[in-house]
């Protein structure tokens, strides 16, 4: 049996979980020998990823200890680098037998930061495109993954047009792009930007934000509200938030860059964009849509927003959707108008998704119709992926 309590489920944020060669092996030889140190060398992490390759290693030849796996694959033991199929291809193709989903987005996790941390320009333009070089192998393995190329637009329009193109010639469907524009640089909603967004919508592409994709030098969490006297433990592997605090204002980058999308009329201009905010949490999203419609009827006479031509919460309703984190509770998001906004999110096989999150999503869910279920676990994915899904 699948661990999928029904045969319609798509998954809008699983994860790959890269080796220290792999981003190495798709990279240019010039890039190879200048890329960042993978988990910027930590001995801790390096020492646990080599236990979660000894662990795989293992499986290869000992028909038992693939039982015990399988068994268990969904346990917190198996998360991470040990999650079954967290890195080889092929064991990822039984590990989605196991999962039983039709189809899921698949987002890059370690080797990203890797990318990020580039200062030299041509490094970090040449670990993207190593990125997405990986993740489209990767993905070739099981077309129930979607791969998600990243386009860093905070490079500029020039590269990260050309950056599209080359995801539109490997087949990508779907787009992580950051938020944040680097300080001093151009919004995003600029008017030079607007060839980038005319291409994805041609070209039906998805978008996805994602937490840590941040950009620019957007920090939510100000680090003097760390200076409180108390002591707080060391930020560890992954892109999680580091506290409680962090965990708050997670969506803040998001909130803003879409609410910019509205006002500043991309929306308006491009009606097909489609955009994913994805492990960013969703109980924000009732909130800040009432907000938006607030700041619109407060400002509409006051700048030039002629621009906006429906309530701005009407824009989210049509082009945007939004993964909740296991354990919100989604029936009362849903109740609340976002119906149409929710998709289902395992984020598989990282430590966040827990053990069952199916589980934890269907005790807030009790007093929906099949109708709404339906929606959050297939109908807004499917939305989502516009033409793309077969």
Request: glycine share 8%; charged share 25%; proline share 5%.
């Amino acid at each position: 049996m699948p661990y999928a309590h029904r045969p319609d489920i798509f998954d809008a944020d699983t994860h790959m979980m890269e080796t220290p060669d792999w981003i190495a092996s798709f990279a240019d030889p010039d890039v190879r020998e200048r890329l960042e140190p993978f988990v910027e060398g930590r001995a801790e992490s390096l020492d646990h990823i080599n236990d979660a390759l000894s662990q795989f290693s293992r499986r290869q030849g000992d028909p038992a200890a693939v039982a015990g796996a399988e068994a268990a694959f969904m346990s917190m033991a198996y998360k991470g680098w040990h999650g079954l199929g967290s890195f080889d291809a092929a064991e990822r193709v039984r590990a989605n037998d196991l999962l039983g989903f039709q189809g899921q987005l698949v987002f890059p996790t370690s080797a990203f930061n890797q990318v990020i941390a580039a200062r030299d320009r041509d490094v970090r333009l040449g670990g993207v495109r190593a990125l997405n070089r990986g993740m489209a192998a990767f993905c070739s393995a099981d077309r129930r993954m979607f791969g998600t190329a990243y386009i860093p637009l905070g490079a500029g329009p020039d590269t990260a047009l050309m950056l599209v193109e080359e995801a539109v010639r490997a087949g990508f469907r779907v787009l992580l792009i950051d938020t944040i524009a680097p300080t001093g640089g151009q919004s995003f909603t600029h008017p030079d930007f607007d060839r980038i967004w005319a291409r994805i919508q041609a070209e039906d592409l998805s978008i996805a934000l994602h937490v840590g994709a941040n950009g620019g030098e957007y920090n939510p969490v100000p680090t003097s509200f760390y200076n409180n006297g108390r002591s707080l433990r060391p930020h560890v592997d992954g892109d999680a938030p580091r506290d409680a605090l962090s965990y708050v204002a997670m969506s803040y980058n998001a909130e803003l860059f879409l609410a910019a999308m509205i006002f500043d009329g991309v929306l308006e201009r491009f009606p097909g964009l489609r955009i994913a905010v994805v492990e960013l949490g969703a109980a924000w999203i009732i909130s800040w849509m009432r907000q938006m419609d607030q700041a619109f009827r407060a400002f509409r006479r006051l700048q030039d927003l002629s621009q906006v031509k429906m309530t701005p919460s009407d824009y989210v309703r049509r082009q945007i959707k939004v993964t909740p984190f296991a354990g919100e509770e989604i029936g009362w998001i849903m109740r609340s108008g976002a119906e149409d906004l929710l998709m289902f999110a395992s984020d598989y096989p990282h430590h966040e998704g827990t053990d069952d999150p199916i589980g934890r999503f269907e005790r807030t869910m009790e007093d929906l119709d099949e109708a709404v279920c339906a929606k959050f676990y297939n109908g807004n994915f499917r939305n989502f992926m516009g033409g793309n899904l077969v």
